[in-house]
Every structure is written in C-alpha cells, then in structure tokens.
C-alpha cells in the first residue's frame, strides 16, 4: 500500500523554502495572488507572459512544470490551476492540488512546498483540502505490477499558513477514501469475506474502533437467514463486521451499513461475461464503510457510531439458492426469490434489520446495488433515498462539500406495490422497470421505525474515466459523507 504524504507547517518564507517543488496555485482570469506574483517578479514576468500566451491559464486542474534554474532555492515550480475565483471551493482547490501532485506522481520522491496565502478560501479550509486532495493522489491502481515499482511523488508536503491540526484531519479524509478505494481495487481471489474482515479489524485496531467478527454459525444464532441463503454457494464463508466508535454514551447515534459482495456472479441467475469482471468491486458500500469508521475513530468524533458490514459471494453451485426460493429474514419477512442476482438487498435486509435492533437513531446503507441505477444517473451521480427528509438533506449537503454527488429519487408507494409476491411478502426483484427504486422499497421494509436514507452508488463507486485529479477506477465514494454526516450530527448541526 502507498505510504502517506508527511504534511509539516511551514515557517519559512515560501519562495526561500529549499525543497524540490513549489506547487503555486493560480486563478483564471484574476490577479496573482501573493507567492504567484512575487514568483513571477523572480522569474521576470514569465506567469504573466504564459497567461498571455494561454499556455497557461490557471484553468481548473491545468499544471505546468518548470524548472526554475537556480534562481528560487526550489529546483522546480508546479502551477497549478484553481479556475475563476467566484468557483473555488474545497473541492475545486482539493482536485487542483491532486492534479498537480499526479503530475509529480511518477517522478522521483519529492519533497514540496505551497503556501495558504495563494488560496482565497478561509486558512483551516484550504489546508484540509490541499491536504486531502495531495493524499488522494496517491492512490494506484497497479499493486499487483511485479517490475519494480519505485517510492514516487509527493513524500512530504511543507504547508505555510496551516496547523497541524488541519493537515491531519485532510489527511486522514484522504487516507480514508484510499482505504475504500484499496479494498474495491482488490480482486476476489484474494479479498473473500474472511480476508475482509481481516482488514477491517487491523483498521479498527489502528483507529481504535471496537470490532467483532461474526461466522456463519454466530450469524445463525442472530438468525441472518437471508445473507447465510445468498453465501450458500460459495466455498469461502460469509462474514458480518460489526465496527464500533463510541464517542458518545448511550445507543448509537448513527449506524452506516455497507454492502460488501466480494464477488457477485449473480448466482443461479448468472450474469453475462462482460457484465461479470467488474463485480470484484461489488463491495464498495462496505469499504466505504469501513474506510468512514476507520476516519471517524482516528478522528475521535464525539458520537457513537456502529459501522455493518455483511460480507458474502455470490455463487452459483450444487447447494445454491436458487430462483423460486421463499427466503425467511432475520425481520421474520418473508422473501420470494426472483432472481439470485438480486442479492445486495438480501444481505441489507438482515443487517437493517440488525441495526433497527441495536436501537440506532438513524441509520444510512450504501450499496452497489442496481444497474437501474447506472442507467438513470450514469457515473456522475448516487441515487438517493429516504424516509426522513433532513437525513436524506443532510446527506445531499455532506456529499455535495464532499465533491460526491448524491440525487433524491422518489419513493412513491405506487412503486413499491410493484415487490408485491403471490406467494410471500416481498420478492426480490419488482421487475424491469424503475428497478433502483423498487430496490430502495425493498430496503425500507428491513429498517422499521428507525429513520433511514439509502445510496445506490453502482455507477459512482468507480470512475468510468480517468480524470486529472483520479485514476479511472474506485472512487470512494460515500467516504467523505460519511466523515462530514458524523461531524454534522458530533457538532449538533444535524
Ligand atoms: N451488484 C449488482 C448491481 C450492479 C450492476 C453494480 C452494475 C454495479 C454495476 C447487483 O447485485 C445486481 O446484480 N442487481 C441486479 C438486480 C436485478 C436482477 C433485479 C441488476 O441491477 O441487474
Ligand atoms: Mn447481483
Ligand atoms: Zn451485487
């Protein structure tokens, strides 16, 4: 796994700061802001005269490198573009610092310098942002690539203006998002539920979460009929990991619960060749899970917070579930099976039904759950639902600072008649048509009482494209609203 950036506060002077890079933002179509024009002074007049000749504008995520030939006691300066000042937010500034340090990224380690002051945002803002978009670059894709793969980019970063504090909180909000995105990257040979567990209990450990490992005969006992139904015919058992941060005394303020299929074939109902590959990644709610509780420890929030992870494959074989089945849930709900590839709902009935039961005041599931869902929204957006409309506003803003885009979808009754069975209470699937929705009905069922908002993150937890800030590949998703959502609800702004 990558090593983290060192994040330091500066004392010296930026432009006398000896290291290999100055990263030097610069606005589009604005004046340079204080290092960028005594830097242009330095370098008579080149900033200016690149502007002018749109070499370099200073659009967002724009990054020229040059070399600085003994005039700074930098060898290099990075410009970084920030876009039009009347659009820079965190995010903006966030996605312009990971796009500079992915430029430095395959480079030989380096240790940089920026400064606060080239920022127009307020000083504790900017460094959790520079921060968090700095150590989101490090994250690759290539682990199994067995050539040498040399220690590269951004080792240490010294930040003027900043405190510790602030650094350390951007970058535990990076490293967080780069556990959820280590853990979908993984294939499923080698990350089973077991091995999931593994994981999540080694970050537990290291963010001081308490954590209990549940197998399948501990889930018996808890009656998960359901998910011990959808790992039947898998060789490798199913796990449910219980995360837990007690900031606060008293029942849970907050339980997020978190899809995690280490592999989905779609069972009986198998899926098309081309549609299967990608399905290692069918875990990614319950790695965002995970990575948010591992952040929300290190952080220690002042909230108590349980963190669900049921883990399972999903496997066509002899014993296997089959379509038809009539499912009993741990809710005493009673499922028919349309089809085996509707599985995530399976596994979140029980582990709604568990949360409702460990008496969380709310509680938040977030699942690769539909391909209805990467149909209505492609990859630009999660679906979201609810049955409490601040919670599901709440999450709207928390992803929306966050740079995750999350859009309130309807939950009209009509739709959910549509999980009607003949012959049991629900079936799992309500048919072609508006299939995210009627996946979010099915959900609503398992959560009782307990107000309860739900993200379909099947097209945003891998980028389709890469970007200049990311990899095509695991986005993360649903990580930085987590974090924000506990810090909300921890500060009483919830
Ligand atoms: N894991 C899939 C959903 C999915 C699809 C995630 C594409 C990411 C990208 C889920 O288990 C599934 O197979 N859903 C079915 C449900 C249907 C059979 C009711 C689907 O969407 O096709
Ligand atoms: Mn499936
Ligand atoms: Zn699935």
């Given amino acids: 796994m990558q090593t983290p950036v060192t994040f330091t506060v500066n004392t010296t002077p930026l432009l006398e700061t000896s290291c290999d890079a100055l990263l030097i933002p610069v606005q589009q179509d604005a004046p340079l802001r204080p290092n960028a024009a005594a830097l242009d002074a330095a370098l008579d007049g080149l900033i200016g005269d690149m502007r002018e000749r749109r070499e370099f504008r200073g659009e967002p995520n724009q990054v020229a490198v040059m070399a600085t030939l003994g005039r700074l006691s930098a060898a290099r300066v990075v410009l970084l573009g920030l876009g039009k000042p009347a659009d ?58 067995t050539r040498e793969r040399p220690e590269s980019g951004i080792r240490e970063l010294l930040v003027s203006g900043a405190t510790e504090a602030a650094l350390r909180q951007g970058s535990i909000r990076g490293q967080a998002r780069n556990i959820a995105r280590n853990l979908v990257n993984e294939p499923g040979n080698v990350l089973d539920p077991p091995e999931l567990a593994r994981r999540a209990q080694s970050l537990a450990e290291e963010a001081g979460l308490e954590v209990e490992v549940l197998d399948e005969e501990a889930m018996q006992r808890l009656n998960m009929h359901a998910i011990l139904t959808v790992t039947r015919g898998a060789e490798t058992g199913a796990r449910f990991i219980l995360l837990r941060h007690r900031g606060a005394a008293g029942d849970p303020d907050l339980a997020l619960v978190g899809k995690a299929v280490t592999f989905d074939t779609g069972g009986i109902s198998l899926k098309p060749v081309t549609e299967m590959g990608k399905m290692k990644g069918d875990m990614a709610g319950g790695a965002a899970v995970v990575g948010a509780m591992w952040a929300i420890g290190q952080l220690k929030l002042a909230l108590h917070v349980i963190g669900l992870v049921p883990a399972a494959v999903n496997m066509p ?113 309500g048919g072609r048509t508006a299939g995210s ?58």
């Fill in 317 to 429: 074989d002899g014993r296997a579930w089959m379509p038809g089945d009539v499912v009993n849930t741990r809710s005493g709900k009673t499922v028919e099976t349309v089809t085996t590839d509707a599985e995530g709902r399976m596994l979140l009935a029980d582990a709604l039904d568990y949360a409702r039961e460990l008496k969380a005041a709310r509680v938040v599931d977030i699942a690769t759950l539909t391909g209805a869902c990467v149909v209505a929204l492609g990859h630009v957006a999660s679906a979201l639902y609810g049955t409490d409309a601040d919670l599901v506003e709440l999450l709207r803003a928390c992803g929306e600072e966050t740079g995750e885009r999350h859009w309130p979808m309807p939950l009209f009754p009509e739709y959910g008649e549509l999980n009607r069975s003949e012959i049991a209470d629900l079936k799992n699937s």
């Fill in 437 to 494: 929705i009627t996946a979010a009905h099915f959900l609503r069922e398992f959560a009782g009482d307990t107000p309860w908002a739900h993200l379909d993150i099947a097209g945003t937890s891998q980028h389709d494209k890469g970007k200049p800030w990311a990899p095509a590949g695991p986005s993360g998703t649903g990580v930085g609203t987590f974090i924000r959502l506990a810090e909300m609800l921890a500060h009483g702004d919830g």
């Fill in 88 to 145: 820079l937010t965190p995010v903006v500034a966030a996605r312009a610092f990971a796009s500079a340090a992915r430029t430095l990224g395959k480079r030989a380690p380096t240790v940089c310098a920026t400064d606060l002051a080239d920022l127009a945002l307020e000083a504790s803002t900017a460094a959790v942002a520079i921060a968090e978009g700095v150590e989101l670059s490090r994250f690759a894709l290539d682990l199994y690539r």
